[in-house]
């Protein structure tokens, strides 16, 4: 079962923050977050661990709530370069090593 | 210089025939995925292999094959039994067992007319 990503797409002026979700019903060990422009393969951002280890990648961060399965990416300070489509990937606790399921994914825009 | 290819880019099938999607690494990863991609669905996994001869069915596995004889090729194949094949499918690799990072070939879109 794929996590569920929210919202499924989001539009902001340049400088804006936004928040993206990612929640699994199942227990996980690992998410990934990964950004795909139009027309390219999707580029790997970063890896969040069970143990609520939070990340960053110049003004794009993420948290893991391991009570509540549930990633957030944060964008601050959005530059047009951001926009794309976000995924979210989770490996379960319960599956076996590499099994590695994508989210639908969340449209960024980021305008002038 | 290290990365992911597939091949074909584009490829163009009559309905009924079998097709093969090549994906080689030179990054000498242990693991290697197929994932198909269609309009708001997002990334689902077809087929996975953490190690050579052996791999495993992922989500939507039914009506693909795959073989990993060599630790830098994984081919999938598009069979009949594929009920809707027209999508864009992307080849990836990471590192080892542990958590990784997973590296994406540029995708070889699929059109079955």
């Known amino acids: 079962q794929q996590p569920v990503q929210s919202p499924q797409a989001v539009i902001l002026r340049e400088g804006e923050d936004a928040v993206i979700n990612c929640s699994s019903s199942k227990a996980l060990y690992s998410v990934h977050w990964y950004r795909q422009k139009h027309g390219e393969a999707p580029v790997f951002l970063m890896i969040l661990l069970k143990g609520g280890e939070q990340k960053g990648h110049e003004k794009i961060s993420a948290s893991f709530n391991e009570k509540k399965q549930q990633s957030s990416l944060y964008l601050t300070a959005s530059q047009l370069s951001y926009s794309g489509t976000y995924f979210c990937?989770?490996?379960?606790?319960?599956?076996?090593?590499?099994?590695?399921?994508f989210g639908a994914g969340t449209q960024v825009v980021v305008t002038p | 210089d290290g990365g992911i290819t597939q091949s074909p880019k584009y490829l163009f099938r009559k309905e009924g025939q079998n097709v093969t999607l090549s994906c080689e690494q030179n990054?000498?990863?242990?693991?290697m995925y197929w994932y198909r991609q269609d309009p708001g669905q997002g990334l689902r996994l077809i087929y996975y292999s953490q190690i050579v001869n052996d791999f495993q069915k992922g989500d939507i596995a039914e009506g693909y094959s795959v073989s990993r004889e060599k630790k830098e090729s994984f081919p999938l194949t598009v069979t009949s039994a594929q009920k809707n094949p027209t999508a864009f499918y992307l080849c990836a690799s990471s590192l080892d067992k542990f958590t990784g990072e997973l590296f994406f070939g540029e995708g070889s879109r699929l059109t079955v007319l």
């Open positions: 990937g989770t490996e379960r606790e319960t599956d076996s090593w590499g099994k590695l399921q």
């Open positions: 990054l000498n990863h242990d693991a």
